[in-house]
């Protein structure tokens, strides 16, 4: 009974998804405020209904419902309680109920935060995220409904959770990451609705900056999640392998930054608007983009739900439906919303835009990378199948995000409308000058070693922060205290700021992760041990150990220090009742300049195994630089400009049947 309670929980949605799409876009038009002002309890319908049937789907899998066939075949009675509840979103089913909770989730959000708003304006915003939402769970319940039955062939047990899948990184990474996946979808709603209104300017990217920071916030976490899940989890000691499905999230976020950018641009001087509209649209559909490729079966990858062409098509056409019918709204509407202010070739706009390209041509080349082997094989057969490997990403990425981090920092600078060479050149001479000397003498000392890119690096985090340092010390020159100077920069300052330097961090992290990691695949027997750097690892054997719904089988590695004990590891190879999988758990000692890795391999006769040692230093500051970014977009976020009043100084004349007009509003601080 629970699950049929799910599903008709389900078709309500639809319903009130699809009456979301027409009522409050048809009273912008009528005149109706009744009409318009739908769009809030719809949306709170709508969330209700998802929050009940994701609870019944929780609850079927809490109580090994195998009659449910997702269940079924995700799931099983030893399975721990808490990998039950993960594994509601293990799979494609379940992974799309969670992305359609969220994005009502969202919905309602905009709901309730948008009180302050013009109804026309929030009406259309909700009313485009009730066509999203519509098409996703006429998606959800017709092609892959995660309560379809089996009630004459109920299995006595389930076929178990994925093994790679039974780790607390299921329980955190996937939701982050949809959440900002589909946050994107208010952006996207607030654009659609400026080019339907033709109402672009400061007030609109005011309304629409906090939205997208917090998307772009969570997405950074669940992209740091993901890479740090699969770090310790796959047992290979990297964190970043331009996977396909991780390429599929890393673009939007890159859009992602661009359109945070070019919105503070759009809010200080009007101008760029056509093109944030674009980035807001992009942003979104390169979301959808990966949900399609994912969930199709397009592409291979560790990382996929499913591999279900006739499925994948459905979401393709909902895919080119939504993207196609927004961009030719946009050619159609762009030029009325086009900005008319003017500024100089060397002002804060064009370094930012400059900015912005190169986050674009960096999605257009990672993009071009994940879809190229699919139009070789369409092309030429699958016989003749190709690869793009991280030699082509790497060989153009890193180059386009070094000239990134030399522009970030001659923005921080710049002036808007015009900036004077005397000023760039007082401000920046004495920053370039230290970051280019540290960036070569530091590396010498440290390493002992000359390595060019190395020391550009180095150079590079030195310039981000001299400079971001030297701008805070500057703009608390002239105040009557240094301390009331900093209290009055406020917290979208700060937040841009805290952002730049985790920059630097992550740069930092990459690079000396990259060039000084030691690897080492052994063979060792009880006793025997290798020495990596400080470090020496000796081997103890292998002992038999039991699992909640595995067996193990358990090395000690002891470790020492300077020739002083110094930890010890326990990496295990376990193998799965159920599935009869076997799955490498990697231990990992990790310290905040560098990390111990240590992997089970198989075993090589005469009592000795393979065991893979990686000494990997600063990997540490990857993820923390990563959460330094999230965490300056949320700073920002909380920002007192963002909690504003409206004093609207003419009302709208709307008549029946009739395009309402632009209402001038002031945004006043509270």
Same mark, same amino acid.
């Given at each position: ?24 876009? /048809? ?120 309560? $379809? ?44 609705? /400026? ?7 400061? !007030? ?75 980035? /807001? ?17 397009? =592409? ?21 439906? =939504? ?26 706009? #064009? ?25 070789? @094989?369409?092309?030429?057969?699958e016989a003749n199948r190709v690869s793009v490997g991280p030699p082509y990403y790497n060989t153009i990425f890193i180059p386009l995000m070094a000239l990134l981090a030399f522009f970030l920092g001659v923005s921080t600078f710049s002036r808007w409308k015009k900036t004077s060479m005397e000023h760039l050149k007082s401000n920046l001479k004495l920053v370039l000058l230290a970051s280019v000397a540290l ?11 000359? +390595? ?8 590079? #985090? ?11 010390? $500057?703009?608390?020159?002239?105040? !009557? ?20 330097? &985790?920059? !630097? ?11 000084? *990691? ?17 470090? *020496?690892? @000796?081997?103890?054997?292998?002992? @038999? ?5 595995? $067996? !193990? ?16 590891? +326990? ?8 599935? &009869? ?9 990790? &310290?905040?300049?560098? $990390? ?18 990686h000494v990997k230093p600063f990997v540490f500051w990857i993820w923390m630089g990563a959460f330094l970014m999230a965490s300056g977009g949320v700073l920002a976020l909380l920002d007192r400009r963002y909690r504003y009043k409206p004093v609207l100084l003419a009302e709208a004349a709307v008549q029946p049947g009739s395009e309402p007009q632009p209402v001038a509003a002031k945004a006043v601080n509270t």
């Open positions: 009974m629970i699950p049929e309670l799910g599903n008709f929980a389900l078709m309500l949605a639809l319903c009130l998804a699809l009456l979301q799409a027409v009522l409050p876009m /048809a009273g912008t038009y009528t005149g109706s405020t009744v009409w318009m002002g739908l769009g809030r309890p719809l949306s709170a319908g709508i969330w209700v209904f998802m929050v009940l049937a994701f609870g019944c789907l929780a609850r079927s899998f809490l109580h090994d419902d195998f009659s449910v066939a997702y269940v079924a075949r995700n799931s099983n009675s030893e399975l721990p309680v808490y990998y039950k509840f993960a594994a509601v979103w293990g799979a494609h089913e379940g992974s799309l109920l969670l992305w359609v909770l969220i994005l009502s989730s969202w919905g309602y959000a905009v709901s309730l935060l948008s009180s302050k708003l013009p109804l026309d304006i929030v009406a259309r915003v909700l009313s485009v995220m009730g066509m999203i939402t519509a098409g996703f769970l006429a998606f959800m319940i017709f092609t892959s409904n995660p309560f $379809d039955r089996m009630l004459l062939n109920t299995p006595s047990e389930g076929a178990d959770l994925n093994p790679l899948l039974q780790d607390f990184g299921l329980t955190v990474h996937p939701p982050f990451l949809y959440m900002g996946y589909v946050g994107f979808s208010v952006a996207f709603a607030f654009a659609i609705a /400026a080019l339907l209104t033709g109402r672009l300017d400061a !007030a609109w990217a005011r309304w629409t900056r906090p939205w997208t920071n917090a998307a772009w916030a969570f997405l950074t976490i669940g992209i740091t999640l993901g890479s740090w899940w699969s770090y310790y989890e796959l047992g290979w000691g990297g964190w970043w392998f331009w996977d396909p499905v991780e390429n599929v999230s890393f673009m939007p976020w890159l859009v992602g930054t661009a359109l945070i950018h070019s919105l503070a641009v759009t809010e200080k001087r009007g101008v760029f608007k056509s093109w944030t509209v674009l980035l /807001a649209i992009s942003a979104f559909s390169l979301s959808m983009l990966g949900a399609f490729i994912v969930r199709s079966g397009v =592409i291979t990858s560790v990382h996929a739900f499913a591999t279900d062409p006739q499925r994948g098509m459905v979401l393709l056409a909902l895919l080119l439906v =939504i993207i196609g019918a927004s961009l030719c709204l946009y050619a159609i509407r762009a030029p009325v919303v086009k900005g008319s202010a003017g500024y100089a070739a060397n002002s804060r706009e #064009v370094f930012l835009l400059i900015n912005n390209i190169l986050l674009v041509v960096s999605t257009a080349m990672i993009l071009l990378g994940t879809l190229f082997p699919l139009i070789h @094989e369409a092309i030429y057969g960036g070569i003498v530091v590396p010498l000392i440290v390493t002992g070693g000359f +390595n060019p890119a190395i020391m550009l690096a180095v150079a590079l #985090v030195l310039w981000i922060v001299f400079g971001l340092l030297k701008d805070i010390r $500057d703009k608390t020159a002239n105040k !009557a205290s240094r301390w009331a100077g900093l209290c009055g920069l406020g917290r979208s300052y700060y937040g841009m700021q805290l952002a730049h330097f &985790g920059v !630097a961090v992550l740069i930092t992290g990459i690079c000396l992760t990259s060039h000084y *990691s030691v690897e080492q695949d052994v063979r060792l027997k009880p006793g025997e041990s290798i020495s990596i750097g400080d470090y *020496s690892f @000796e081997f103890g054997g292998v002992v @038999e150990r039991k699992g909640p719904n595995y $067996d !193990a089988q358990s090395a000690t590695i002891n470790v020492s220090k300077n020739g002083k004990p110094y930890r010890v590891m +326990n990496p295990e190879k376990r193998k799965y009742h159920a599935s &009869g999988s076997v799955q490498t758990e990697a231990a990992i000692d990790t &310290g905040f300049f560098r $990390d111990l890795f240590t992997a089970l391999g198989d075993p090589r006769g005469e009592d000795a195994w393979v065991v893979r040692l």
